[in-house]
């Protein structure tokens, strides 16, 4: 099976970028996968499967790009944020 994305941009950015980035489609296809670890949706080893790259490559590749499994999103620290100033803002009793 096989998942075709596209996007639009003006075609002078995408020029821009096809010149300026080697292979702009892969880029994107990692960039898109390593989005979908970082939010959990890819276990590490569906991220090396849609790669077609092994533990060792993928785990290279995730601390190039200070990705760890496990870290917090932006949205995990919000939540315990709102869940503080809940706790904090309960009378005691």
Same mark, same amino acid.
């Given at each position: 099976?096989?998942?075709?994305?596209?996007?639009?941009?003006?075609?002078?950015?995408?020029?821009?970028?096809? !010149?300026?980035?080697? /292979?702009?489609?892969?880029?994107? &296809?990692?960039? #898109?996968?390593?989005? @979908?670890?970082?939010?959990? =949706?890819?276990?590490?080893?569906?991220?090396?499967?849609?790669?077609?790259?092994? !533990?060792?490559?993928? /785990?290279?590749?995730?601390?190039? &790009?200070?990705? #760890?499994?496990?870290? @917090?999103?932006?949205?995990? =620290?919000?939540?315990?944020?709102?869940?503080?100033?809940?706790?904090?803002?309960?009378?005691?009793?």
């Amino acid at each position: 099976m096989c998942l075709n994305v596209s996007f639009n941009l003006p075609a002078d950015l995408e020029d821009r970028l096809r !010149r300026e980035v080697p /292979d702009l489609d892969a880029n994107a &296809r990692e960039s #898109f996968l390593l989005d @979908l670890f970082r939010r959990g =949706v890819l276990s590490h080893f569906e991220l090396s499967r849609a790669l077609g790259i092994d !533990r060792v490559e993928t /785990d290279a590749l995730l601390k190039n &790009r200070a990705i #760890f499994e496990g870290s @917090l999103t932006h949205e995990d =620290v919000e939540n315990d944020v709102q869940a503080l100033k809940r706790l904090l803002d309960k009378p005691a009793r």
